[in-house]
């Protein structure tokens, strides 16, 4: 089966996934913290600016989970890692084309090591969000419920629906010159469509039905759901993880079927 | 018999033309039906030949006839549309030599990566860092901690070579990377060559130069207009190659 050989080849390649993947992070924390600062601090402001225009300027009555400061970092945070993927997958062939046409390596291998080396940032950024827990469970506003255990579920989600949309973005830009913009807006409006500023159980039921065709929505639920509550919508979740799935039997299809064009283009 | 290290049947590859990519995503998920008539040649078809272990090649052509192309593909940085090119054992492929170095890491730590890059773990890596930059010399021996964009074209190569060199694979690719480096050390480079060969390895060589081709390999490919010519003891293939130009000059 094609995703099972691809899946061989990036396990026997481990080693040099590793080495990459030190290399981005390496370049990135070049002796010091600040490239850790900024990825911690793109989402918070954020997070304090919609909590401004939403809770001060609108007066929302509720905007998703309380406390939706909490309901706000939780979000961006994992919607960061996630758009960051999309647009540094798409760009994984192209920005390593001398790589890619010097080494005999599993070509998907581009593609993992950049979300990989993503979320070592992601998970890097998780005592942020720690904090902020402890915080709110202290001042009462909100308490751990079991599902947290069901976070790094959310986590593998989230990796691999990237590697699986990653594995078409990636070809797909070698080949079509404008897809980085096509990209940069489906993720704009990605944004609103996947409920990271509201919860999914403030949309009509109508928008309901819509959401359960983004799969971030349902990994998002899943992300936050110990977090708050503790519900989750069981339905949405599986969507996602359905999705996930087929996304990256796709990813590997049609990565594999324009792997002779791209090396040609590169 | 053993196998043959290089095996390539019927391979064959299609470029476009033009630059112009003519693909649109729905061709793309759906099949290659119905694709405009876009212009396309075969930059090599109908290729079938066998390497044997140690045996070492060298491959004759004049630009534009396919050479970097098949090596390419026998490198697996390019894959063929048509046939196969398999190869039993890794690749040091002497192609784009400073294709896996950065600029912007020191060369210590680009050696580490491009090594790791074609297979060599940590561990072996160290074993054989010392042999590297003793090979490629005391100038770049002293700025092993410096941004290799800082290095002169020259000294790049030249770490790159001892680097590929090291990795002590079976099957070595050369594409026309003799002709860098100053006079000194392309003569180590030759020596190093003749070492890999007499060790037993495999040698596919591309180059424009007699001397070169006529020193390392036994036996010649020449390729013309994306076809396999002829095959057979190196001096002759370069006499019909000699000819075949000298024709094309006076007509």
């Known amino acids: 089966m094609i995703g099972v050989s691809q899946f061989r ?16 992070l390496r370049v990135r924390y070049a002796g010091s913290v600040l490239g850790w600062v900024w990825t911690v601090l793109d989402p918070l402001l954020m997070a304090l600016i919609y909590l401004v225009v939403f809770t001060v300027i609108f007066q929302a009555r509720r905007g998703g989970h309380q406390p939706y400061f909490l309901h706000l970092v939780t979000g961006l945070f994992l919607w960061q890692w996630f758009a960051q993927n999309m647009t540094e997958t798409s760009r994984a062939l192209l920005s390593e084309a001398r790589l890619v046409r010097s080494a005999n390596l599993p070509r998907e291998l581009w593609v993992v090591r950049v979300v990989l080396a993503k979320g070592v940032e992601f998970v890097l950024t998780l005592p942020v969000i720690a904090a902020f827990t402890i915080f709110y469970m202290i001042t009462g506003q909100t308490k751990l419920h079991w599902t947290i255990v069901l976070l790094p579920v959310s986590l593998v989600l ?19 010159n404008d897809m980085a913009r096509v990209v940069r807006i489906v993720l704009r409006l990605g944004f609103y469509a996947t409920p990271v500023l509201y919860s999914a159980d403030m949309a009509p039921p109508v928008l309901q039905k819509l959401l359960l065709f983004n799969p971030m929505s349902g990994i998002l639920e899943l992300f936050r759901s110990g977090f708050f509550k503790g519900e989750m919508n069981i339905l949405s979740v599986s969507s996602a993880i359905v999705l996930t799935v087929i996304l990256l039997f796709v990813g590997s299809i049609v990565f594999k079927r324009l792997e002779p064009a791209v090396l040609k283009e590169i | 018999m053993a196998k043959p290290v290089i095996e390539v049947r019927n391979l064959g590859i299609e470029f476009y033309r033009s630059r112009r990519r003519r693909m649109s995503l729905r061709e793309m998920v759906l099949k290659r039906q119905n694709s405009a008539p876009s212009e396309t040649f075969w930059a090599l078809r109908n290729i079938s030949f066998d390497v044997a272990r140690g045996e070492a090649v060298g491959l004759v052509g ?16 390019m894959l063929p549309d048509e046939g196969h090119a398999k190869v039993r054992g890794r690749v040091a492929p002497l192609i784009e030599l400073t294709g896996g170095f950065l600029g912007e890491l020191t060369a210590r730590e680009n050696v580490y990566l491009a090594a790791g890059l074609h297979g060599l773990t940590k561990e072996q890596i160290d074993a054989r860092f010392d042999e590297i930059v003793d ?29 590929i060199t090291t990795l002590d694979q079976p099957v070595v690719l050369v594409d026309e990377v003799l002709a860098v480096g100053d006079r000194a050390f392309r003569e180590k480079c030759y020596e190093r060559m003749e070492n890999m060969l007499s060790g037993g390895k495999t040698l596919f060589l591309v180059s424009h130069s007699e001397h070169d081709l006529r020193r390392f390999a036994e036996r010649g490919l020449y390729l013309a207009s994306g076809q396999l010519k002829s095959d057979g003891p190196i001096d002759e293939v370069i006499a019909q190659y000699n000819a075949d130009a000298d024709a094309d000059a006076a007509s």
């Not at chain 1, 026997?12 to 590793?18: D, F, I, K």
């Not at chain 2, 004049?62 to 940085?77: D, H, Q, W």
């Not at chain 2, 290799?148 to 680097?163: E, K, P």
């Open chain 1, 9 to 24: 080849g990036l396990m026997a390649n481990r080693q040099v996934v590793r080495t990459l993947v030190e290399r981005d």
């Open chain 1, 158 to 176: 989230t990796f691999l629906l990237s590697v699986g949309i990653g594995m078409i973005l990636a070809p797909v830009t070698v080949l079509v």
């Open chain 2, 62 to 77: 004049g630009n534009g006839s396919g050479k970097s192309t098949l090596l390419r593909m026998i490198a697996g940085v």
């Open chain 2, 135 to 163: 090979f490629a010399g005391p100038q770049v021996q002293a700025g092993m901690d410096m941004p290799f964009r800082h290095f002169s074209s020259g000294m790049q190569v030249r770490i790159a070579f001892a680097l």
